[in-house]
């Protein structure tokens, strides 16, 4: 049983510290086959949980960034 693919992205950035779009692509393609857009969703639900921060390098390129600490948590109704 392969791990899901959000997994798979996330050890890859957190071992690499940073890489980009490109070498994350071919990481994964090398167990499975897919596409930019699923990497695309991926990498959109794992900056939405703030565990990684994406940066544009060039028109068509972007640098993914593992992020230490993660943004704290909204205390509602506090002051």
Do not use: Q
Not at 16 to 32: G, M, V, Y
Not at 46 to 72: C, H, Q, T, Y
């Amino acid at each position: 049983m392969k791990p899901p693919l959000r997994y798979s992205v996330f050890e890859f950035i957190k071992d690499k510290k940073a890489a980009t779009d490109d070498d994350i692509l071919d990481f994964i393609n090398k167990s499975d086959t897919y596409s930019i857009h699923e990497l695309n969703k991926c990498l959109m639900d794992l900056e939405i949980l703030g565990v990684i921060s994406i940066r544009w390098v060039a028109k068509e390129k972007r640098r993914v960034e593992f992020v230490d600490v993660p943004l704290e948590s909204t205390k509602y109704g506090e002051g």
